[in-house]
């Protein structure tokens, strides 16, 4: 888990590292063990003022398409830097006019174990539709909950950098004291 002020320096390199221009401005950085998702505003297009809802959507789609294939290199030399400094891969994606599209990102597989009462769960989901899989399953549940749980969440990840705090004042991060008698003076 990362601190406040760590999430903050990350946020920071990519502010400095970003091509000038590349964004409209960096919407968003967050980051966990294995990833670094990158979002950027872009500016919308310009669809005449009678375009239809389609023909507007239509126009989004082609900026983001063009906006990601104009700076792929750019994007993946700022990528190589970040990987090798954080040790996570870097994932991309553009906010514009009011739709975030992520063009990649990484899907980390997790262990666990499920009793009987949450396979049904899944598989209830699997068998109304909702869900292909018990992996898409359990993926969705996620999503419900971190939606739900939000302030929860944030106050959870607010109590960690504390704990985290207080373990950077503990003893084995003091500097050491000089035994009485070696120091100068």
Do not use: Y
Request: glycine share 8%; proline share 5%; aromatic share 4%.
């Amino acid at each position: 888990m990362m601190t406040k002020e760590q999430r903050e320096q990350l946020r920071g390199w990519f502010t400095g590292r970003l091509p000038d221009g590349l964004f409209e401005e960096l919407a968003e950085v967050t980051v966990d063990r294995e990833e670094i998702t990158v979002i950027g505003r872009v500016p919308g297009p310009r669809p005449a003022k009678d375009a239809s809802p389609a023909e507007r959507e239509a126009a989004v789609e082609g900026r983001v398409q063009e906006f990601r294939e104009r700076t792929r290199d750019d994007r993946i030399a700022v990528a190589r830097d970040a990987e090798r400094r954080f040790g996570r891969k870097v994932s991309w994606g553009v906010e514009c006019d009011g739709r975030r599209v992520l063009f990649t990102h990484v899907a980390a597989p997790v262990m666990t174990r499920l009793r009987q009462p949450e396979r049904q769960v899944l598989d209830t989901l699997i068998a109304s539709g909702v869900a292909r899989s018990r992996s898409e399953a359990l993926a969705w549940c996620v999503r419900l909950v971190q939606r739900h749980t939000d302030d929860w969440l944030t106050e959870l990840r607010e109590s960690l950098e504390h704990v985290q705090r207080v373990r950077d004042r503990g003893p084995d991060n003091e500097p050491e004291e000089a035994e009485p008698g070696t120091g100068s003076g």
